[in-house]
Every structure is written in structure tokens, then in C-alpha cells.
């Protein structure tokens, strides 16, 4: 008896389970085919009030590459000051990294050399005022009568000896620079930053010293040295569009064009060298600071310009929802780049001014895909 009771219960637990499993595919059917349920490309009230939508643009194809840099100073912005006396040095008022005015005085250095021509000139100075004067009479004495013509003409010659020899100590001077007795004064040829000092006080300085006294350079504007692999050279050229970041500033960005491109790879580095000019009015950048570059080169080919947030990437493809007349739909893309006002440059079924979802696509994306599944299904 217990076994009747068993069967009849096993009878009715089954059709009980096959009446719901078939009454909850017909209310999916009728979900997914009626209007209780939004379809597979249109959206739930609760995602209508988050998605925004923006129109496709044109935009030129920019191509970008990524190097590294190091900075230069401009080679006709630099002097170095060479020893142009033997001696020892009494002062020095500039170091390394210090800023100087052109003029101003860096260092000084007493020298028996600058001694020596100090005393030259005292004594061709007086020699040639010696003859002046002895010219001065025997003109006198010519037009007395009291001198012959040739005594003038040797009194002249003298004077014109003495004026000479006098020229000449003045040149030699002047090659030695700017001197106060037997001291000479090294000055600042121009306004800028000192990178080399190779002096201190109470140095000898031997005539052999052939090391700069200092180097001063303009760092106003600087050279920013790129370094280009082999792969990227065909994506260098000339005026291309260079922005610069020192990792010591990384929200300073440096802007400039390719001046120069090297016809050259480096054996040891394997790279070729491009240089394009920065400003660096506020003195930021100094040489041999590193520094990350974007070459950025037009291509005459305008390709579609969606928002940033508008690409959604999905199993190893990328994609934009394209919204049209309140309908949505998934476009596959191919993603070229970025520009430089945000926008993701791309290739696909599209139009200019047709729009996409540019700010939670992402979400819309996951949710068309999943209305897919179960449609599919």
C-alpha cells in the first residue's frame, strides 16, 4: 500500500515541477516579446537617466610616438672662459649652478705676467709722451729757423715709433682681459648660468692649464636631445610637433618643432639623435636632465573623433553604441590613436554627427550584450 502511495506522490511532484517550468518560459517569452521587458537595443528607464550621448567628429590622423630625451644647452649660448694668464687666484665669487649677469666679476687672479705688461705700458706711455714733447719743440725750432728739416723728420719718426710700441702693449691688454694693476679680473662674457668651474682660491695657475676658468650658458632656450630607435625613424621628421615633460615636472609640458635630425646611429646605443629647440624662458630645464617626448605628425587622412569613454573594449576587439532615434546598437571599431583634445580617433561604420554613447557606454555595452544572449537563446 505504502508503494501506491509513493508512486501517485512521485505522479504529481513531476507534473507539478513540468506545469511551472513551462509557466515560467511562457512569462520569459512574453518578457522578452512584450513591452513589459525593453529589447535588446533600447534602454531601461533606470540606464536612460545616466547614459549621455555625443556627436562623431573628423579629426586629422595624428601619429604619435613615445621616446626619451636628455637637454642641451644651444651651442652658440654657452662660452667657456679660458686662462689667459698664469697666477694665483685671490677670489672667486661664482660656483656651479649660480646664476650670473654678463659682466659681472667671477673671479680674480694675481699674475707677474699681467704685472710685467702693466709695467710695458706704463713705460710706452711715457716714451711716446716723452716724444710728443721733443716733437713739439723741434717743430717749434723749424719754423725759427733754428732746426733743419731732417732733425723734424727724425723727431716724427720717434713720436710714430713710440705710438706703435704703445698700440701694441694696449693689444696685448687687451687679449689679457680687464686687469686692476697686477691683478686680472675674470668677468662674465654673458648673462647666464654657470655649468663649469674648474678654479678655486689661492689655485696656481700654470701656464700649461689649458681646462676652462668657467663656462656660463643661456639656458633661456635649450636644445632637447631625442633619442630614436631604429623602428620609429620613418615616424620622425622634420617640424614635426614635439611636447616635452622633465620627469622633475611632470605637469610642465614643453613644446616645440624637430630642428635637426641626425644622419647618424650611434654604434653603442643604436640610436639616432633628433633636437628640437624649447623655450625655457623661466629656467626650469637644465643640461643633461631626462626628459619623456611625443613626436606628433598630421597625416592627411581625417578619421572619426569619439569621446574618450565612448570605446568599449570587449574580447580582444573594441566597439562605440551608436544611439539613433532613442535606439542603440554595438558598432565594432578599430582603434587608431588619441589626439590632443582627448578624443579617440577610429575607423568603423560611422558617420560625422552621428552619435554615441560617450559616458557609460561600458554599462549600456553590458547590458545590450546580455538582451543578445537571451534573445539568441
Given amino acids: 500500500m505504502k508503494s501506491i502511495y509513493k508512486v501517485i506522490f512521485s505522479i504529481i511532484l513531476t507534473t507539478t515541477i513540468g506545469l511551472l517550468i513551462i509557466t515560467n518560459h511562457n512569462s520569459t517569452a512574453k518578457d522578452s516579446g512584450g513591452k513589459d521587458k525593453p529589447s535588446s537595443n533600447s534602454l531601461s528607464k533606470s540606464m ?6 555625443e556627436a562623431v567628429s573628423l579629426a ?31 677670489a672667486v665669487y661664482a660656483s656651479q649652478g649660480d646664476q650670473v ?20 705700458w706704463i713705460e710706452a ?10 716733437f ?39 687679449l689679457m682681459g680687464e686687469s686692476n694693476n697686477a691683478t686680472h679680473i675674470v668677468r662674465a662674457p654673458i648673462s647666464g648660468t654657470v655649468t663649469e668651474r674648474n678654479i678655486t682660491t689661492n689655485m696656481l ?53 624637430i630642428k635637426k635630425i641626425s644622419k647618424f646611429i650611434d654604434p653603442e646605443t643604436k640610436v639616432m639623435s633628433a633636437r628640437v629647440a624649447v623655450n625655457n624662458q623661466h629656467g ?20 572619426f573623433a569619439v569621446a574618450e569613454n565612448a570605446v ?23 582603434v587608431l590613436g588619441e589626439n590632443d583634445h582627448k578624443k579617440i580617433l577610429v575607423r568603423g561604420d560611422l558617420k560625422a554627427q552621428d552619435f554615441v554613447v560617450s559616458e557609460k557606454a561600458l554599462l549600456l555595452f553590458n547590458e545590450l550584450i546580455q538582451n543578445q544572449d537571451i534573445a539568441n537563446n
Avoid at 590622423?61 to 697666477?87: D, F, H, M, R, Y
Avoid at 729757423?145 to 731732417?150: I, Q, R, V
Fill in 136 to 174: 713739439e719743440v723741434a717743430e717749434s725750432l723749424f719754423e725759427a729757423g733754428l732746426s733743419s728739416k731732417l732733425e723734424i723728420q727724425q723727431a716724427k719718426s720717434e713720436l710714430e715709433a713710440a705710438n706703435a710700441q704703445l698700440d701694441k702693449v694696449n693689444q696685448k691688454l687687451k
Fill in 312 to 334: 568599449v573594449f570587449h574580447n580582444n576587439k573594441e566597439f562605440v553604441v551608436k544611439a539613433k532615434n532613442n535606439e542603440y546598437s554595438i558598432l565594432p571599431v578599430t
Fill in 60 to 90: 586629422p590622423l595624428t601619429n604619435k610616438v613615445k621616446l626619451t630625451g636628455t637637454v642641451e644647452a644651444l651651442p652658440n649660448k654657452q662660452i667657456s672662459i679660458p686662462a689667459i694668464v698664469s697666477g694665483r687666484v685671490t
Fill in 205 to 257: 695657475l700654470r701656464e700649461d692649464f689649458e681646462e676652462a676658468l668657467f663656462t656660463v650658458v643661456d639656458l633661456s632656450d635649450v636644445w632637447v636631445k631625442i633619442n630614436v630607435f631604429e623602428s620609429d625613424i620613418k615616424k620622425v621628421k622634420l617640424g614635426a610637433n614635439v611636447k616635452a615633460q622633465a620627469m622633475a615636472y611632470p605637469d610642465e609640458v614643453f613644446e616645440g618643432e
Fill in 125 to 134: 706711455k711715457a716714451n711716446v709722451d716723452r716724444e710728443t714733447k721733443e
Fill in 284 to 303: 626650469l630645464l637644465m643640461p643633461n636632465m631626462a626628459m619623456n617626448i611625443t613626436v606628433t605628425e598630421d597625416k592627411e587622412e581625417n578619421v
Fill in 48 to 53: 536612460e537617466k545616466i547614459v549621455t550621448t
Fill in 101 to 120: 649677469k654678463k659682466g659681472q666679476v667671477l673671479a680674480k687672479i694675481y699674475s707677474s705676467d699681467m704685472a710685467e705688461v702693466k709695467q710695458e
